[in-house]
């Protein structure tokens, strides 16, 4: 038996119970690039044509999770005759909206404690941090030194950053510290030095993440972000799915982030790609090859970084459809036994104010040649997904979530660790 969790970064689908406590009540990523879509706005038809078509994802039931999470299909949207997954909507339980804890927490591990994160101030970091910095980091300064979109500020920063050496430092809603610096003027590897110095230098803030953001480009205009981002994590605070799988001889292959997501533990082979596409060719070549007992954790990264962050509906709807129409080719790999699970660690509704994460719900759509079709209805925590896959592997019980039945030889059961 082997299991493949794939992960849309950031694609909620409306209706946390607890959003009022994050100023979010009434986001809905999914329902909104519908809404958009339906409508057919002048800046959407310039890209792409119609309503959003999800044919697959729809198969799976995706729409009829989206109807129990938020209340109403998608704008546009309608659902099919025939259902050939286990769907449900699952809540998040973890303290924060962050990458890692939806993560950690799809893997059995939820956030019960609230991170640490930077005032809406500028400047926001406090003084003795960046003094120190500089002074490790051998720097002239920084710039930045506030809450920022990451595209927005190396244009808005870049051409200064190649005239003065100093990186640009900026953080977001979520707890984390980012440094943006050119690849090659700055230096890749001085920046890899530069994000760890900072992870000592903030670990006593409690900041979850450092994450280093190179980008190429010689002025604004034409600065991109190369696929060399490097994501320093609190390593896990308890035994999560990886952890697990290994520890019982299974290989955790790692596409895209989830390695450093989880700070290298319990992952035994790291596999990147530069997008959304290429990670999905990752994961058809682990289809093929993965051996029996493994688990394969793939995270697409461009719904968060390209669309959500920056507010760009039309290329969330794009990027969709294009995930959309790839699944029959990782179906028509799957082996007998094999499970397969599509969900979210969070929301990121492109038609919602700033550029934060939104709290959601999530999908939860598993898949494979045993899985009986049918509503699993609402997930109280993401472990519950993680349950599952430890369920089906035949590991022993996580220590959070309830298995789901979604195979004759599961049953809906309380399966932690006493």
């Known amino acids: 038996m082997r299991a493949f969790i794939l992960v849309m970064d950031s694609f909620g689908i409306g209706g946390a119970p607890d959003a009022q406590a994050f100023g979010d009540v009434g986001a809905d990523t999914l329902g909104h690039i519908a809404q958009v879509c339906a409508v057919g706005e002048a800046d959407i038809e310039s890209r792409r044509q119609g309503v959003l078509d999800l044919p697959n994802l729809s198969r799976l039931g995706l729409l009829e999770a989206s109807l129990g999470a938020s209340g109403q299909y998608p704008p546009g949207m309608r659902t099919g005759p025939v259902f050939t997954g286990a769907y449900g909507h699952a809540c998040e339980t973890s303290r924060g909206k962050d990458t890692p804890s939806g993560h950690w927490e799809i893997a059995g591990l939820p956030t019960e404690f609230d991170w640490g994160s930077f005032p809406q101030t ?86 979850a993440r450092v994450i280093a953001r190179p980008f190429v480009g010689d002025r604004a205009g034409n600065f991109t972000r190369t696929a060399n981002r490097r994501d320093l994590t609190t390593p896990p605070h308890g035994v999560t799915l990886l952890d697990r799988v290994a520890a019982h001889g299974g290989q955790v292959v790692s596409i895209g982030k989830i390695a450093d997501i989880f700070a290298g533990r319990g992952v035994t082979r790291r596999l990147k790609g530069a997008n959304n596409m290429t990670l999905f060719d990752c994961l058809l070549e682990q289809a093929d090859t993965a051996p029996d007992g493994s688990l394969v954790f793939v995270n697409f990264v461009d719904f968060d970084m390209l669309y959500g962050h920056r507010r760009d509906v039309p290329g969330y709807a794009g990027a969709l459809e294009a995930f959309d129409r790839r699944i029959p080719q990782f179906e028509a790999k799957m082996r007998g036994d094999d499970l397969a699970l599509i969900t979210a660690d969070h929301g990121c509704d492109p038609t919602w104010p700033g550029h934060d994460h939104t709290r959601e719900q999530v999908p939860a759509l598993f898949f494979g040649p045993h899985v009986n079709s049918g509503n699993l209805g609402r997930c109280e925590s993401f472990a519950d997904m993680g349950q599952t896959v430890a369920a089906w592997l035949g590991l022993p019980a996580l220590e959070t979530g309830s298995v789901l039945p979604v195979a004759d030889h599961l049953e809906r059961s309380d399966a932690r660790m006493p």
């Open 122 to 207: 500028s400047p926001c970091f406090p003084d003795a941090q960046i003094e120190e910095l500089v002074r490790k980091g051998d720097l002239p300064g920084i710039l930045g030194n506030c809450h920022a979109s990451g595209t927005q500020i190396i244009e808005q920063l870049g051409e200064q950053h190649l005239a003065s050496g100093k990186p640009i430092c900026y953080t977001s809603s979520d707890s984390v510290f980012q440094i943006a610096a050119h690849e090659e003027r700055f230096g890749l590897q001085r920046l890899y030095d530069l994000a760890q110095i900072a992870k000592t230098i903030f670990a006593p803030l409690n900041i």
